[in-house]
Nanobody, 125 residues
């Protein structure tokens, strides 16, 4: 089992920045992929950013490319999401997720068995 705890959410004006953190504990050596998902009210949960734990390859959904950066500190079992130039449409609950494996073309939410409780990000004008 892997436990994930997110932090760093909050309220920010459009154009601002936030940095989310996710600390993993438990069977962390089973984690091959770490991802940030988000879910806006009334919308389906969507993947925002993915990182391969060993190789460090990163992938992003088109709407956040160039603005969001996913990174990790394996020594601390922590994954980060740096969010810059935030837009109103980035408002959502952000979740950290972990899986033993994934691919760049298959990292939908059903791939990830482990989830954090979420942290709210609210962007206002």
């Amino acid at each position: 089992q892997v436990q994930l705890v997110e932090s760093g959410g909050g309220s920010v004006q459009a154009g601002g920045s936030l940095r989310l953190s996710c600390v993993a504990s438990g069977a962390t050596r089973n984690m091959g992929c770490l991802a940030w998902f988000r879910q806006a009210p009334g919308m389906e949960r969507e993947g925002a950013a993915l990182i391969y734990r060993v190789l460090g390859n990163t992938y992003y959904r088109d709407s956040v490319k160039g603005r969001f950066t996913i990174s990790q500190d394996n020594a601390k079992n922590t994954v980060y999401l740096q969010m810059n130039s935030l837009k109103l449409e980035d408002t959502a609950m952000y979740y950290c997720a972990a899986a033993s494996w994934c691919t760049a073309t298959n990292w939908g939410e059903t791939v990830f068995p482990y989830w954090g409780q979420g942290t709210q990000v609210t962007v206002s004008s």
